[in-house]
């Protein structure tokens, strides 16, 4: 047994019960081929939680000062998280996701890039949709719903997979506009399911 499938089930054992997670729609999350998952980013909890309730097992980028440490780095890559800098453009970061998807892998997003303090979505990154449109990846929007508190309900919704064969060859959209489109995308999965 892997060290990624060691962590999922440690933290399975302790966050399903302790945030009472439920997760809706896990089947709009392909079984094979490359896929993207954007989320919403609003605690330090966020990638265990995706990482625990996604039906696959998932690559997350993790900001690179993490690495730093020879210890929590090794952990970190054991856990499939790679670094990138942030604040610029990283390119190593950028190609390493590309070749993960290219190899029909899972890629974990925050097109936020930060959480958010309020819980309200803000302006994407153009990473998420620089992502989409170099990829032939399914591109699957994920609101997490809930405040981590002990004891109450935290919701996990995996939306329907985003059409992108307009922004891909049809309409020409640039990175940004193809992030902002995900971004609606989670904004409905919010309403929807407050």
Known sequence: MNLYRIAKWVVSIIFFPL???????RENVPKTGPVIICSNHISNYDPPVVGITSPRSIYFMAKGELFDNPLLGKLLIGIQAFPVKRGMSDRNA?????????????????????????????KP?????????????????????????????????????????????TKKAT??????????EIQKLLDVNK
Do not use: W
């Open 19 to 25: 945030f009472r997670i439920q997760v809706i729609g």
């Open 125 to 169: 990154l153009a990473g998420a949709g620089f992502f989409a449109l170099r990829s032939n990846a399914t591109i699957v929007p994920c609101a997490i719903i809930g405040n981590y508190k002990p004891f109450k309900q935290l919701k996990v919704i995996y939306g329907k997979p985003i059409p992108m064969d307009e922004c891909r060859k």
């Open 94 to 122: 950028l190609r390493k996701g590309l070749q993960i998807l290219k190899e029909g892998h899972t890629l974990g997003l925050f097109p936020e890039g930060t959480r958010s303090r309020t819980g309200e979505l803000s």
């Open 175 to 184: 990175a940004q506009e193809t992030a902002d489109l995900i971004m609606e």
